[in-house]
C-alpha cells in the first residue's frame, strides 16, 4: 500500500492522471505495466482529469473529491507481470507484482495542516490506518508555493507527526521508503539532472535535513504531468496550461522505486 502526501496545489492530481496515461502507453507497447482504477472515485478521477487534458486545462486541484468524500480513499492498483524460468517452476506460471496506491488526502488538506492527522473523526482515523499499514511514501513538493517557500515548518510538523505515528512517542526514522518527487518539474529543468541536490538548494538546509532526518530509505525524483515545453500561459486568465496532448515525464520512475523497495 502506497500512500501519496502532498500540499493544496502541489499536483497529486494531475499526477495521477498522467500515470494512468503514461502507463497505458507503456502497456500498449509492451504489455509490462497495467493501472486499475479499484472505486468509483478512482474511475470518476480518471474519466474528468481525461476529460480535462484533452481539452487543454490542467486537472482541477478539488477533482480529487468528486463522487464522496469521507474516509473513501481513491484507490488504484498497479501490477507488474512477472515472468521466467523460475517462475514457470516453481509457481506453474507467470507471477504478477502488484502494489495498491491509496491517494487519501486529495486536498492536501492533512499535508498542509497537520494537526488534522490527530482528529478525532472518521476521516482522519481511516488515513491514520492507511498511513500505518503503508509500505511506502509518495510524498509530492511544488517548488512554486504560495507561501514564500517557507518549506521547513511544514515539513517538521508532518514528519515529526509521521514518525510517533508509525514509531510511537520516541519517534525515529520511519522504516517504509520515501520517495521525494519535485513536481511540475518542466518549469525547473535542472531538476530533472539532479533532483536531490535541486531540492537542497531550492528549500534550504534546514528544510532538506528534515528529510535526511526522518526517512531512512529515500530517492529523490523528479516529475511532470504534460512534459517539457508543453505548458502555456494563458494572457486572459494569467493560468498555466497544457499546449497539446500530455507527455508524461518519470512519472512512472518513483513508483517502480517504491515497489521494488516497499516494506
Do not use: H
Not at 487534458?53 to 464522496?68: C, K, L, N, Q
Not at 495542516?113 to 492507511?130: I, K, T
Not at 510517533?164 to 525547473?188: F, H, R, S
Request: glycine fraction near 8%.
Amino acid at each position: 500500500m502506497i500512500t501519496m502526501m502532498g500540499a493544496r496545489s502541489s499536483g497529486k492530481t494531475s499526477y495521477l492522471i498522467a500515470l494512468y496515461w503514461d502507463i497505458s502507453a507503456r502497456q500498449e507497447q509492451d504489455a509490462t505495466w497495467a493501472m486499475e482504477a479499484l472505486n468509483d472515485r478512482a474511475r470518476k478521477l480518471v474519466l474528468k482529469g481525461f476529460e480535462q487534458f484533452t481539452r487543454g486545462e490542467f486537472p482541477d486541484p478539488t477533482m480529487a473529491g468528486i463522487g464522496g468524500a469521507g474516509a473513501d480513499s481513491l484507490r488504484y492498483r498497479l501490477s507488474k507481470p512477472v515472468d521466467g524460468m523460475r517462475s514457470r517452476i516453481f509457481r506453474g506460471g507467470s507471477k504478477t507484482e502488484s502494489m495498491d496506491l491509496d491517494m487519501l488526502d486529495p486536498s492536501g488538506e492533512y499535508f498542509s495542516e497537520p494537526d488534522l492527522l490527530m482528529a478525532s473523526n472518521a476521516e482522519a482515523n481511516a488515513f491514520r490506518e492507511s498511513l500505518i499499514n503503508s509500505t511506502g511514501i509518495l510524498c509530492i513538493i511544488d517548488p512554486d508555493r504560495a507561501d514564500g517557500n517557507q518549506y521547513f515548518p511544514l515539513l517538521f510538523r508532518n514528519f515529526t507527526q509521521l514518525s510517533t505515528l508509525l514509531n510511537g512517542e520516541g519517534g525515529g526514522k520511519l522504516d517504509i521508503p520515501v520517495a521525494v518527487c519535485v513536481a511540475k518539474a518542466d518549469q525547473y529543468p535542472e531538476a530533472f539532472d539532479n533532483p536531490r541536490e535541486f531540492l537542497r538548494k531550492w528549500m534550504g538546509r534546514v528544510a532538506f535535513g528534515v528529510l535526511l532526518t526522518y526517512c531512512e530509505v529515500t530517492e529523490f525524483f523528479a516529475v511532470s504531468a504534460v512534459g517539457r515545453n508543453n505548458v502555456e500561459k494563458d494572457p486572459a486568465t494569467g493560468l498555466y496550461r497544457p499546449k497539446g496532448e500530455p507527455q508524461p515525464e518519470k512519472v512512472f520512475e518513483p513508483l517502480d522505486w517504491l515497489l521494488k523497495n516497499q516494506r
